[in-house]
């Protein structure tokens, strides 16, 4: 028997499902960690459902196998699903029950494994009217119940395919701080998006998928480290053109009259050393966002992939883990 303890929470080994002569996946390998809000990315069509579903089980790989905390997915489904939570990308529930009444049917499912004060501290937070029945609610409120649903039992493994979809701003601010809750509690959540930028906020790692294949895992906290920071400062004496070319780690975009502005590869250190020799007025100091370098994966042409330092991939080489 496995430990669960010791499992990955996902892994996916050679992947592959077809529906005749279309290869919605093309062999997908990745192991995603216990702890991980790891996002999975691309365009409509990638495969992304398919893969949720296989690792499910509510549909079959033509090849290859997954693993849901060490549980095969085919041999151990029950056991695997003990363990998950799920909020489909079309989740359709009983129409004519309250909220309230499906909640206490899931908890009937989990055998009655479930955290009432956390439960009410969802459907508070997400700010819910759980008394009335499901088909009068809005789409968005619907979405807030599908959300509930798969958090509630607070299972080790929390998969969502586009959780946020329908949701107002707000809300998705508060079940993007949900989804961190899951991994401050050493949990993982797996999850599809379109939203780039709820992905660069919330996730640890994540995957982007074309045309069935993985084409790059990225680690966010290391691209957040090392990804390009544009700074913008005002001095109060006007520095010589050439005051900053010796400053290591950085790129003078422009230096005119008092403003000097500059890219740099991730620390600003040297430069802010460098700045201390002036009297400084304004500093400003632009995020790096990930959102440019997530969509240009989106928009690459079919066999390559250019990365930020210039070197391609090709797209025939796939998985990654
Ligand atoms: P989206 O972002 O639009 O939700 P996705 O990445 O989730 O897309 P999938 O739904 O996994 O993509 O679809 C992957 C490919 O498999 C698509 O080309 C789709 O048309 C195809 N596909 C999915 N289900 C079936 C099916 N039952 N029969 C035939 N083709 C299918």
Redesign the pocket.
């Known amino acids: 028997m496995t430990s669960i303890d010791a499992a990955p929470a996902i892994e996916l080994d050679a992947l592959e499902k077809h529906?005749g002569a279309?290869h919605?996946l093309r062999g997908i390998d990745l192991s995603v960690e216990q702890g991980e809000v790891f996002g999975f990315l691309?365009p409509?069509?990638?495969?992304?459902?398919?893969a949720i579903r296989i690792i499910l089980d509510l549909i079959r790989p033509s090849g290859g196998r997954a693993r849901v905390l060490g549980f095969d997915t085919q041999a151990e489904t029950v056991e695997a699903r003990r363990h998950i939570g799920y909020l489909p990308?079309d989740a359709i529930f009983y129409r004519d029950v309250t909220a309230d009444e499906l909640f206490a049917y899931v908890e009937r499912l989990r055998d009655g494994a479930v955290d009432r004060v956390y439960l009410r501290r969802l459907i508070d937070d997400l700010q819910l009217d759980a008394g009335r029945p499901i088909r009068t609610l809005s789409r968005g409120n619907r979405q807030k119940v599908a959300v509930i649903q798969a958090l509630m039992a607070r299972p080790a493994l929390v998969i969502l395919d586009e959780p946020t979809t329908g949701l107002d701003p707000l809300m998705q601010d508060v079940v993007e701080d949900l989804l961190r809750e899951v991994a401050a509690d050493g949990r993982t959540v797996f999850f599809?998006s379109?939203l780039l930028a709820e992905v660069e906020q919330v996730c640890s790692r994540a995957a982007i998928?074309r045309e069935g294949r993985i084409v790059n895992v990225f680690d966010l906290a290391e691209q957040r480290r090392i990804a390009p920071r544009e700074v913008r400062v005002v001095l109060e004496v006007a520095p010589a053109a050439d005051a900053f070319d010796a400053v290591p780690g950085i790129r003078v975009l422009s230096v005119v009259g008092t403003e000097a502005r500059f890219e740099t590869d991730g620390s600003i250190d040297a430069l802010i050393k460098a700045l201390a020799r002036h009297t400084v007025l304004e500093l400003e100091s632009s995020e790096p966002t990930l959102e440019d370098l997530f969509r240009k994966y989106y928009e690459a042409p079919d066999d390559q992939v250019t990365h930020e330092d210039g070197s391609h991939e090709d797209t025939e080489a796939g998985g990654a883990s």
């Open positions: 529906y279309a919605a691309g409509n069509g990638a495969g992304k459902t398919t990308g599809s379109h998928l």
